[in-house]
Antibody, heavy 121, light 107 residues
Framework: EMELVESGGLVVQPGGSLRLSCATS????????MHWVRQAPGRGLEWVSL????????YYSDSVKGRFTISRDNRKNSLFLQMNRLRIEDTAFYYC??????????????WGQGTLVTVSS | DIQMTQSPSSVSASIGDRVTITCRAS??????LAWYQQRPGKAPNLLIF???NLQSWVPSRFSGSGSGTDFTLTISSLQPEDFATYYC??????????FGGGTKVEI
């Protein structure tokens, strides 16, 4: 059974840093593009970042570009999100998601349970 | 960025009702459209991709249609487990992927 488990969410002060992890199992992790998607409490969904299967290419939303870095370790079936210069508006549940695969589109096929990042002084 | 507009933002319905949710893209996205169901306190689940392709676990009372800029999610006969929030998402390869604002289906 496919499983994605996020960890690392904490309460952090504005300007601080945090590293999220996503441990996966049950599928060929190294074959898939992976994403981070976030959701502020009580709000809608916002795509944050993606990384291609081999880790060679990453994309970011404008709201996090230059502050967040996505990475992966295919030997450990794990996805990461390094979050720097955190802002209050970064407060959200952060989900890692497996891409559906199959080429030229981005569908979020499987999701973790989410980890809560709270940025507050 | 492609803007996705969902309507209505909420709908009150009863068991057995037919429910229709619409999603409009700000530009042509062909059929690169997904629908997600999110129950309270849970992660979203992919229901439909490619505008009309149901995931294997999705009951046949769900259907999706549309292409270009206008799309529809229909639940033909609402069941208790269908009370949730539904999101559309454009999956065109032009980044970023963007979501509609959500439609809450409630009693």
């Amino acid at each position: 059974e496919m499983e994605l488990v996020e960890s690392g969410g904490l309460v952090v002060q504005p300007g601080g840093s945090l590293r999220l992890s996503c441990a996966t199992s049950g599928f060929m992790f190294g074959d898939y593009t992976m994403h981070w998607v976030r959701q502020a409490p009580g709000r809608g969904l916002e795509w944050v970042s993606l990384i291609t299967w081999n880790g060679n290419t990453a994309y970011y939303s404008d709201s996090v570009k230059g502050r967040f870095t996505i990475s992966r370790d295919n030997r450990k079936n794990s996805l990461f999100l390094q979050m720097n210069r955190l802002r209050i508006e970064d407060t959200a549940f952060y989900y890692c998601a497996k891409d559906l695969g199959g080429g030229d589109s981005y569908y979020f096929h499987s999701w973790g349970q989410g980890t809560l990042v709270t940025v507050s002084s | 960025d492609i803007q996705m507009t969902q309507s209505p933002s909420s709908v009150s319905a009863s068991i057995g009702d037919r429910v229709t949710i619409t999603c409009r893209a700000s530009q042509d996205i062909s059929t690169y459209l997904a629908w997600y169901q999110q129950r309270p306190g849970k992660a979203p689940n992919l229901l439909i991709f490619g505008a009309s392709n149901l995931q294997s676990w999705v009951p046949s009372r769900f259907s999706g249609s549309g292409s270009g800029t206008d799309f529809t999610l229909t639940i033909s006969s609402l069941q208790p487990e269908d009370f949730a929030t539904y999101y559309c998402q454009q999956a065109n390869s032009f980044l970023p992927p963007t979501f509609g604002g959500g439609t809450k289906v409630e009693i």
